[in-house]
């Protein structure tokens, strides 16, 4: 049987915590290089965009929908999340109100 010591548990974290640490330092030190490249600033203006619509697909379909009274608190928050992009273009105000306005819907707060 093959034993790990402590030594080896200790490397490997070492080893992951450096990794780690690289990938993260790495857009601070290549500031130079993305801010001017055309590939870096093109994904910079698309990938929020497309992350956003994963994750709300991603979230309409992980639930199991029997009825469609099931979605309803899914589909309202999407609904107002969409609107307030739409009308005040400011994400982490969407993003929260969505939040908030599921979240109530939820927990009966809003009583529908």
Do not use: C
């Amino acid at each position: 049987m093959l034993r790990v010591s402590d030594f080896e548990y200790l490397l490997a974290a070492l080893i992951m915590g450096g990794v780690t640490f690289s990938l993260r330092a790495f857009p601070f030190l290549a500031r130079g290089f993305i801010a001017h490249h055309h590939r870096i600033q093109v994904l910079g203006r698309r990938l929020p965009v497309a992350m956003m619509v994963l994750l709300t697909l991603y979230a309409m379909g992980v639930h199991n929908w029997h009825a469609p009274a099931d979605g309803k608190a899914q589909v309202i928050a999407v609904v107002v999340v969409a609107g307030l992009q739409l009308w005040r273009r400011q994400a982490l105000t969407s993003i929260l109100t969505g939040t908030l306005v599921y979240m109530s819907l939820v927990n009966g707060w809003l009583g529908l």
